[in-house]
């Protein structure tokens, strides 16, 4: 039994990093599109979580398929990036993830 625990600990430890990592790559792919920081952050902690890494690199796919900064990108061009790299359930996730960040900002503002 006490074998098991180092094991447990480590399994542990390294599913806090690969989370970690993945609100980074969530964070990193959002910002690009052109979230707020604030939004990014809240959205980010929320979809570590819950979206698998092949639709974390469509996230990122889309965000590098932007080829200017977002201020600059047309609304059409930020759309065809989305729409050509992230698939519609990941795109839901986020839409639901951003909806329950605007509601909490909301709630904590006193609306």
């Known amino acids: 039994m006490r074998a098991a625990i180092p094991l447990l600990m480590s399994s542990l430890l390294l599913t806090g990093c690969i989370t970690a990592a993945k609100q980074q790559e969530v964070y990193s792919a959002i910002r690009d599109v052109g979230f707020l920081e604030a939004d990014a952050r809240c959205i980010s902690s929320r979809a570590g979580r819950q979206l698998s890494i092949r639709e974390l690199r469509s996230l990122q ?51």
């Open 61 to 111: 796919r889309a965000a590098n398929a932007v080829e200017r900064p977002v201020r600059d990108a047309t609304v059409g061009q930020v759309i065809d990036a989305i729409s050509q790299n992230v698939e519609p359930e990941t795109l839901g996730t986020l839409v639901r993830l951003a909806s329950e960040c605007l509601q909490a900002r909301t709630q904590a503002i006193g609306g």
